[in-house]
């Protein structure tokens, strides 16, 4: 039986140094794991910057199948899923970041450490992949109110000693203070609509934003993306949305509407903010699809 090859890549200076201290946890589980199995083999390397992770997993993707590892937040698994994709290799993702919410969506239970034992012990199965412009993203993309917040957190997570939660509801009431509707022209399956958005989701998971249930029904295995327009919300009406949403209890709310598509395209009058898994791009423009391209991921034991 081939060895398989377990290449774990990790972004130092994610979660404040989250990802970093995994690392100890990694070579504990390996040494155990080799009393075991003794021809598992495993490989650390660490990121330098933003794109690294992206060429990291396109190079090892290259040279042979691996079980390949996103150690970090959202945006370090979409930069790995960019990189191996289309190739042999299996994506798994070991929550090291201050949000990871796409596997909220796989297991029951956040707990890092028992994720990551049960990734490395969990079994390969397809799961979906939205599109936008050429770029793939695994989770959640989204334009408006929300892509601002996250625009505008950084400079709340700079203030010491505000846990990054509440750096999230600081840049809500702060966004909140000077936003606009956007006037959006949208293409969904062909049916044309023209509309102001307090902000529009796509989502093929169901978290974001640090653990909001935007999507609460949306399954990564149904080969839909889930279209969640929010219209009409005041600034008072923005605090009695956010803790539905959190919960996600908000999808009967009149200012909510839904539908599953496989091609959504979005135009606005002016650039505006696309966050596409926590990343963010200025843009007037944006066409997400979803088709037949998927990723192999890897299932944590025991998730369901």
Known sequence: MATVK?????????????????????????????????DIDYEIVYTKEEGHATEIARRYSAKADYRIYAVGGDGTLNEVLNGMVGSGSSLGCIPGGSGNDFIKSIVTKFDRRRILMNTVLGSE???????????????????GFDASVVNNVEKFKAV????????????????????????????????????????????????????????????????????????????????????????GKHMDLEEVTFQRAKSISLYSDEPVYVNIDGELEARREAHFSIGNQKVKFIIPKNSF
């Open 6 to 38: 377990h290449l774990f890549i990790v972004n130092p200076v994610a979660g404040n140094g989250i990802a970093l201290r995994m690392t100890d946890t990694i070579h504990k589980l390996f040494k155990e794991l080799k009393l075991k199995y003794t």
């Open 125 to 143: 199965e397809e799961i979906d992949l939205g599109e936008v412009d050429g770029r793939y993203f695994i989770n959640i993309a989204s334009m």
């Open 160 to 247: 010491k000693l505000l846990p990054n939660k509440f750096a999230y509801l600081a840049s809500v009431l702060d966004t909140a203070k000077d936003f606009q509707d956007l006037n959006l022209r949208m293409v969904i399956d062909g049916e044309e609509l023209d509309t102001s958005a307090f902000m529009v989701a796509i989502a093929n998971g169901k978290y974001y934003g640090g653990g909001i249930k935007i999507a609460p029904d949306a399954n990564i295995r149904d080969g839909l993306l889930d279209v969640i327009l929010v219209r009409n919300i005041t600034r008072s009406k923005i605090m009695r949305f956010l803790p539905l949403a959190v919960q």
